[in-house]
DNA sequence: TCAAAAGTGTTAGTATTACACCCATGT
DNA sequence: ACATGGGTGTAATACTAACACTTTTGA
């Protein structure tokens, strides 16, 4: 293969070779002549791990609800992976962007205006789909707390409770390196459904090359590579809500700060000390003259945010 | 169409039909009916933003070496934007892995071991290449210092000194939401060539919606949307230098700790004070018996990387 | 002797952590 | 009265930023 073939737009890859002699073609000629159909394409489609917070009453009235965070799944019907669970996804059109795509199926699936779309990870092993070569692009959704209703007629859908535990975090020094292995445990819940998923993360450094990769260790109820898509929305919503402030894109346009340090309590997976808590927030937040007096306790104010970005 | 159509394989685009009839198909029978030619589909390539550090004599014997980051783009040869400069990219074969294309863009144009990979963003605006449908996935890249040399044959590869610069950040309120504008200028140089780009980040929040977007404002010299990659590229190194400790990879494996934060305040753009700094980062090094003693002043004590993932 | 950089110490201010305490409400 | 959560104060500690100073070398 000569050199210049090889050059042509951009350099090509070696299976799907790209058969053109474009050189001394204006760019007018250049598009007329170029055929995309000419080359073996995978197909793209966009995942979407879609997560809001619920409030559930508990029995006891003097106490407070309860917080869950939830992540809408589908029942797939077809192969493969029948029967098993997968996030709500969609091959892209020729005429959408990327992001359009994404928006298009929040749109199909939910019914209320999704807070908070961000892009999270292109997902392109060659094997992850069995049928032919997918690659998924996956989105972090975020709907606003009270926004759990479907569409009617989407019986596949459902939304679980999602927690996600450190398992095992070990560290190993070998002769060639370093090596980090963190487990985490995935527990899905609805009503009729109860399933649990292990995902491994591993950072290895050998010979001075990093390497960052997940891998499934356990799960027969979600479908494809969905597990680690999971996984990873989780990770990353831990990071947006220390750093970028995202909890208030799962938060009504009022709110305690209890049920604020709730939701990062969910999401962080630990216990926070209120004193603390309010402490750092306090300029993120404002005092309206609303109250919460229901409860059979001291009225709590309502809050709503200010500086979100800063 | 029936609901029964629309839900085949995941749900469909409204672009690129899926004509196939699955129900009551085994999964070896759907196999062999489905054909991935019948639909079409987006072209998938993988883009790299490939940096390292290198060190330039100063005239002075007395003073240390000046340090510059470093990308490397790629003259274009044909259409379209034919001789502007690109990042190295090339389409995603159809038997390999995302990453695997983007270690193979990097054995192709460089002659030395990559220490740090990883995914930056998958860009998928449907007008981002003039020709025909492609979505393009980047990668960011990191050299040790002193791995300059390219493979003889590639002429069209440059190395550009690269700065970036916060040129304004506005936030304002309006009546329906927030918004945020950062404009960042992006400097080039190289023997021959010298230029300039623009590139504003906006976020925007209204009626409870985040929307984070990126936009080029002046640029006459980079190829497609990659100043906008390459703007991204460098706002996640400034990230992952702080908190997930990647400076380790652009380093050889000894160094003194002035080229250390020579190399941090590079990517941050910013002047640290040495004491403060040798404190921050005197758990993630040890000491060697070796000096660096060239120089006309006190020799300075090499260290080598411990700890690098704590 | 001097320029240049290596390397260390001190202090003030700020942020983080853990805990203790009082307040307001409906039952 | 009391269970429950709302809301605040304090003290110990750790971290950060800014600056000043001493040491070592080759020219």
Redesign the pocket.
């Known amino acids: 293969m000569s050199k210049k073939q090889e050059d042509t737009i951009r350099s090509k890859s070696p299976k799907s070779p790209l058969p053109i002699q474009e050189d001394l073609l204006t760019e007018k000629e250049f598009l007329e002549q170029y055929r995309s159909s000419d080359y073996e394409k995978p197909s793209v489609t966009v995942d979407i791990a879609l997560f809001t917070v619920d409030e559930e009453a508990?029995g006891?009235?003097?106490?407070?609800e309860e917080k869950k965070l939830k992540l809408l799944l589908m029942r797939r019907e077809h192969h493969p992976f029948k029967e098993r669970w997968a996030l709500p996804g969609s091959f892209v059109g020729m005429e959408e962007d990327l992001e359009d795509a994404a928006r298009r199926i929040m749109k199909e699936k939910t019914a209320v205006p999704t807070a908070y779309l961000d892009q999270l990870y292109a997902w392109g092993e060659k094997e992850r789909d069995p049928r032919l070569r997918i690659i998924s692009v996956s989105y972090l959704a975020l709907l606003r707390q009270g926004c759990l209703s479907l569409p009617g007629d989407k019986a596949s859908l459902c939304w679980f409770d999602i927690d996600m535990k450190r398992l095992s975090n070990s560290s190993s020094h070998t002769d060639r390196g370093e090596e980090i292995r963190q487990v985490d445990v995935l527990c899905f819940t609805c009503e009729k459904n109860s399933f649990e998923v292990h995902v491994e993360t591993r950072i290895i450094l050998e010979e001075g090359i990093v390497r960052r990769s997940m891998h499934i260790l356990k799960d027969e109820y979600l479908a494809f590579d969905h597990a680690k898509i999971i996984a990873h929305a989780l990770q990353r919503l831990r990071q947006r809500i220390e750093y970028d402030n995202i909890a208030f894109c799962l938060m009504p346009e009022e709110f305690?700060?209890?049920?604020l340090?709730q939701v990062y309590e969910l999401i962080l997976d630990q216990k926070l000390?209120?004193?603390?808590f309010?402490?750092?927030i306090a300029s993120m937040v404002e005092e309206t003259d609303n109250?919460?007096?229901?409860?059979?306790?001291?009225?709590?104010?309502?809050?709503r945010f200010v500086n979100r970005f800063s």
């Open positions: 508990s006891n009235h003097r106490k407070n305690t700060l209890t049920q340090q000390l209120k004193a603390n309010r402490r750092k109250y919460k007096k229901d409860a059979a306790h001291r009225p709590s104010r309502l809050y």
